[in-house]
């Protein structure tokens, strides 16, 4: 058994787990779900209990991170209490903390801001406080054999003996919660039908599930989905979380003391280390930095070098470069593999793969002289920004390295082929999310060329260079795309039903549940073209969306379908939506409840607020800071 598992057991866990097995076992059961209590019957027996812990729990529990790149950690070994937030109320994530409902609860942070790890910290507080038995899955290795199936195959890997009938039992039994990790890591083709997935389990069985996913994503805009949103750390939490850090022997025992000391009066290297992976980097990297970052873009443009050459500035470091290719080359060769391995949409490799796109990227970066195998060992073993997980398996450090390096490898390339690789990334970022990261990175890092190519084709393709010619028909154009295919989806026919202010949310949740199944669905209006303005919060920003939600899910229009005579539309009893499945009977036109509440003045202000800052952002920003470069040209060099 390995020293982490050890640990776990070590600390309680395994007894834990069997209490809470007893626990649910001790409940009163009805006739309709005792083939689901059978499973936990076989969850107590010593073997399986024991799998349980081994197999499934301590995979959750162990994490390899870039300060203990040669070894796994344990989970309390380096977590520091997060905190969420939803409805402007702030929760710690810390010991004993417990989110216990039937509801489906999305935690959304961006990239390397601690969700993964704030899930795992719900599984160990689920096994130590809870009363369902939690289970953990990375959705984008379930994705397509499905959640319910994903499930079925851990039981039987743990030696239980379930079929579907007997799974279905347990999950009608409220014994379960799900923690379904990385939504936004999941293939765009399959998003749509692993989200449909989500709310049928929920939706039949009341099944508890909590999962994670970056801002923007689809289920991030799901009715019905409780969203809680991850904090930005604060001064307190990176002195904490560099404490943590400076158990490590990879650091000369002074760095914490000059840290330390630089954040008193350093707010922008405060404002930079906005996440728990960047103030991880930044320590790592600090003794071998030349000058302090003044922005999260500063300092991914140093990471490789920085990492790539500090074991000659470290006295006990022990593994030597394979490869003999100077410094710039194998940073071109790194970028070249992030673009290819990113458009191919593929985050982890095997050892097969990662030659094979190592071959590949030396190929592109014209280098001849260096073996894939050697700098593909100085990717993994030297810079720690690609890492082995588990047998047979390599996985980017975080996303944001592929996506960011990604982008220098576009800027690195000639004009010509700059064209071509910018019109594939704008084709991208037209249909799916894969990209959009990188083309805000390749916005901020190449600013002229990103936006002559692919920011002001989409200001044409949307009219928003034209937008002061005339502003309201514009306007009322994004309104129309907006408003006009929302409906509020009926089980049956509304009822006259009074709803006092008292009353809401309690009334709001049963008149979902028997009237209402769904609102939507909502048009993503100028979804690419917002990952260049002030709108950008992920890969799938969408202000105009953002607003109608915020508008249409207000209890006056809950509240005035009950109060008021709408048309009620009844579709085709043959009618079916994209998924295939068959459609509600009833419908009331969004547009309709938002003409009688007279609020599309309202509506309309709003979008002329988002119009105008994408205007300013995304066209005249840009078209004035080129205009002033040209003159300067021609004013100093005569160009």
């Keep these: 058994m390995d020293p982490i598992t050890n640990e776990i057991l070590k600390i309680g866990i395994g007894e834990t787990a069997k209490l809470i097995f007893n626990k649910i076992l001790s409940k009163n059961w009805i006739d309709e779900y005792k083939n689901g209590r059978s499973i936990v019957e076989q969850l107590t027996s010593l073997d399986v209990h024991s799998d349980y812990i081994v197999k499934h729990v301590s995979r959750a529990m162990k ?3 870039i300060h203990s790149s040669e070894n796994d950690v344990m989970l309390s070994d380096i977590y520091h209490p997060l ?3 939803h409805e402007k109320k702030e929760i710690k994530v810390g010991d004993d903390f417990l989110l216990s409902d039937n509801n489906i609860t999305n935690i959304i942070g961006f990239a390397g801001q601690g969700k993964s790890t704030i899930l795992r910290k719900i599984l160990l507080e689920a ?4 009363d369902k038995i939690p289970f953990f899955m990375e959705l984008r290795k379930v994705e397509k054999l499905g959640i319910e199936h994903s499930l079925l195959k851990i039981l039987n890997e743990l030696g239980v003996h379930a079929n579907e009938e007997n799974l279905a039992s347990l999950l009608k039994s409220d014994n379960v919660v799900l923690l379904l990790d990385g939504f936004d890591e999941v293939s765009s083709e399959m998003r749509e039908s692993v989200l449909e997935e989500m709310n049928c389990l929920n939706r039949n069985y009341s099944v508890q599930i909590i999962s994670t996913s970056r801002d923007g994503t689809e289920i991030c805009n799901e009715s019905g989905v409780v969203n809680y949103k991850v904090n930005r750390i604060k001064r307190s939490d990176i002195i904490a979380i560099l404490r943590k850090l400076s158990q490590s022997n990879e650091v000369e025992q002074d760095t914490l003391a000059q ?18 992976l960047l103030v991880t980097l930044f320590y790592i990297c600090y003794p071998h930095l030349d000058s302090i970052p003044n922005s999260a873009i500063e300092f991914y443009s140093k990471l490789f070098t920085t990492l790539y050459f500090r074991h000659d500035k470290i006295k006990n470091y022990k593994r030597e470069r394979k490869s003999n290719i100077p410094p710039s080359e194998a940073f071109e060769a790194f970028c070249a593999l992030c673009f290819k391995s990113l458009y191919d949409n593929r985050q982890d490799f095997t050892h097969h793969s990662i030659l094979e796109y190592t071959k590949q990227s030396l190929k592109l970066c014209g280098v001849e002289n260096c073996q894939p195998q050697d700098m593909a060992y100085d990717f993994i073993d030297i810079t720690c920004l690609i890492q082995k997980d588990g047998y047979d398996r390599y996985v980017f450090l975080h996303k944001s390295i592929q996506e960011y390096h990604a982008a220098e490898y576009v800027k690195s390339l000639s004009l010509d082929k700059k064209k071509s690789f910018m019109r594939a990334i704008l084709n991208s970022i037209k249909v799916e999310s894969k990209m959009s990261a990188t083309a805000r990175y390749l916005y901020e890092i190449d600013k002229e060329n990103a936006f002559n190519l692919l920011c002001a084709p989409l200001c044409e393709e949307y009219k928003i260079d034209k937008y002061e010619e005339d502003k309201e028909a514009v306007l ?6 907006l408003t006009s295919q929302v409906k509020f989806s009926l089980h049956k026919k509304p009822e006259k039903i009074f709803i006092g202010d008292d009353e809401v949310k309690d009334k709001r949740m049963e008149i979902f549940g028997e009237y209402i199944s769904s609102i939507g669905p909502f048009e993503d209006v100028m979804k690419p073209l917002s990952i260049f303005t002030r709108y950008y919060n992920g890969d799938r920003s969408t202000p105009y969306n953002d607003t ?7 209890n006056r229009y809950i509240n005035d379908i009950f109060r008021e005579n709408y048309t009620v539309h009844q579709n085709d009893d043959s009618a079916v939506d994209k998924h295939g499945n068959k459609t509600e009977p009833y419908y009331i036109l969004a547009s309709d409840v938002i003409d009688k509440l007279g609020r599309k003045e309202i509506i309309l202000n709003k979008i002329r607020e988002i119009t105008e800052n994408i205007y300013i952002d995304a066209f005249m920003n840009n078209k004035s800071l080129i205009g002033r470069k040209d003159d300067a040209l021609k004013e100093i060099l005569g160009f």
Excluded: H, W
Excluded at 476 to 481: A, D, H, L, Q, R
């Design 548 to 554: 109608l939600i915020r508008e249409i899910i207000d």
């Design 259 to 276: 840290i330390f000391q630089m954040l008193k009066g350093n707010n922008t290297l405060v404002e930079t280390m906005n996440s728990p």
């Design 63 to 65: 994490m390899r991170t």
């Design 127 to 130: 096994i130590k406080n809870g």
């Design 476 to 481: 009322e154009e994004i309104y129309n795309k």
């Design 83 to 85: 905190t969420i937030s």
